[in-house]
């Protein structure tokens, strides 16, 4: 049976309590149209604890479960689960600092579960949302980030939307984004 962490973030993916067979086939048809992979419900029902038989899962059938979460494998999955709320110095993370920055310098970042920004630099620590993929963020949004740190959350300060201030952002709150 899936550990019940990982069942939550899939019941917060599908937007469905799985709590029946049933759900179980509507999240394998959900796996199948975000990954392109077949996941058998079957498999979910055993997975999720809707049959007696006890098999272990699959390696492959556990990273096409962390793929449809965003990350690119279960053990990726498992360590970001297993270091939230952990404290521990990191000398091996990457920063980049809005204030070293070029104007015009462009940002990838991606973040659980499956989201994409593609941000421009215009000058201190002002960004431009030029591509949005999942995110609650808008292409033309602008927000204002002091630093990115890859496995942190992006915290802007201030959203503006077509001249509304929409306050403060957190992007990848969960496991931090990637740069």
């Given at each position: 049976?899936?550990d019940?962490?990982?069942i939550?973030?899939?019941?917060?993916?599908?937007?469905?309590?799985?709590?029946?067979?049933s759900?179980?086939e509507?999240?394998s048809?959900?796996?199948e149209?975000e990954?392109?992979?077949?996941?058998?419900?079957?498999?979910?029902?055993r997975?999720l604890?809707?049959?007696?038989e006890q098999?272990?899962a699959r390696?492959?059938?556990?990273?096409?479960?962390?793929?449809?979460?965003?990350?690119?494998?279960?053990?990726?999955?498992?360590?970001?689960l297993?270091?939230?709320?952990d404290?521990?110095?990191?000398s091996?993370?990457e920063?980049?600092?809005?204030?070293?920055?070029?104007?015009?310098a462009e940002?990838?970042?991606?973040?659980?579960?499956?989201?994409?920004?593609?941000?421009?630099?215009?000058?201190?620590?002002?960004?431009?949302?030029?591509?949005?993929?999942?995110?609650?963020?808008?292409?033309?949004?602008?927000?204002f980030?002091?630093?990115?740190?890859?496995?942190?959350?992006?915290?802007?300060?201030?959203?503006?939307?077509?001249?509304?201030?929409l306050?403060?952002?957190?992007?990848?709150a969960?496991?931090?984004?990637k740069?």
């Amino acid at each position: 049976m899936l550990d019940k962490n990982v069942i939550k973030l899939l019941e917060e993916k599908s937007g469905n309590k799985l709590d029946s067979s049933s759900a179980c086939e509507r999240l394998s048809l959900d796996i199948e149209s975000e990954t392109g992979e077949k996941l058998g419900f079957t498999t979910l029902k055993r997975l999720l604890g809707f049959t007696s038989e006890q098999a272990e899962a699959r390696q492959s059938t556990l990273d096409i479960l962390a793929r449809y979460l965003g990350f690119n494998s279960y053990k990726e999955l498992e360590d970001g689960l297993n270091n939230k709320g952990d404290s521990d110095f990191d000398s091996n993370s990457e920063t980049v600092y809005s204030s070293g920055l070029s104007d015009q310098a462009e940002i990838n970042l991606t973040y659980s579960p499956n989201r994409r920004l593609k941000l421009k630099h215009i000058k201190n620590d002002e960004f431009i949302v030029v591509e949005s993929c999942n995110s609650s963020l808008q292409a033309g949004d602008i927000i204002f980030v002091e630093s990115f740190t890859s496995g942190l959350p992006m915290i802007a300060r201030e959203v503006i939307r077509k001249g509304e201030r929409l306050g403060r952002y957190v992007a990848g709150a969960k496991f931090g984004i990637k740069l």
